[in-house]
């Protein structure tokens, strides 16, 4: 924790005003860095917690005696209350239609703070993806389209981006494709 500490004040410290930020955490560290980024970052900057369903129950983990662990938090936090938000839609099906048989109106779903939780909404994590190509072998490795999400969301084309604790780089891979330096 003191080693986190430290990262996220020099983090908060290098933060564009508009800025934001993302920290992926499983359930053993989480409540605390929520309050230690509620220090740092301040109570009124602390925007969501996201909750990311990782996959599907089956195979050795539903042997476990308890309660099947299947989600991630991610915390979102920004620097001020002027910040960087293109809201995103998942677009209706192809087939969907109103109650009154009409065909709807708008972008589509407004995303919501619980993901990959439906059929629409397909964000699982990369360690249960198993022929996944964007596998590079490292532990902590996060997904393209997890990293595309929060980085399309959170910054505009030609935004800086960074990933502090960097792991397999992909983050920065993400970032180049859509535009933003890093």
């Known amino acids: 924790l003191k080693y986190m500490y430290k990262r996220l004040v020099l983090?908060?410290?290098h933060l564009a005003e508009n800025g934001s930020i993302y920290v992926h955490l499983d359930s053993h560290l989480a409540h605390y860095v929520k309050v230690m980024m509620d220090e740092i970052f301040g109570?009124?900057?602390?925007?969501r917690e996201i909750v990311w369903r990782i996959g599907w129950a089956s195979g050795y983990k539903t042997k476990a005696k308890n309660w099947i662990r299947n989600h991630d938090i991610l915390y979102f936090y920004t620097k001020s209350k002027e910040f960087t938000f293109n809201k995103k839609y998942i677009p209706y099906p192809e087939d969907?239609?109103?109650?009154?048989g009409k065909r709807p109106e708008g972008e589509g779903y407004p995303m919501e703070?619980?993901?990959n939780c439906n059929n629409i909404d397909k964000l699982d994590s990369?360690?249960?993806?198993?022929?996944s190509q964007e596998k590079v072998g490292f532990d902590?490795?996060?997904n393209e389209?997890?990293?595309q999400r929060v980085i399309e969301v959170s910054s505009n084309p030609s935004d800086i981006v960074a990933d502090f604790f960097c792991g397999s780089g992909t983050t920065l891979a993400v970032a180049e494709k859509l535009g933003r330096r890093w």
């Open 140 to 142: 902590t490795q996060k």
């Open 43 to 47: 109570y009124e900057n602390f925007q």
């Open 126 to 131: 990369i360690q249960i993806m198993s022929f």
């Open 11 to 13: 983090m908060r410290e």
């Open 145 to 147: 389209n997890l990293l």
């Open 96 to 100: 969907y239609v109103r109650r009154d």
């Open 113 to 115: 703070d619980t993901w």
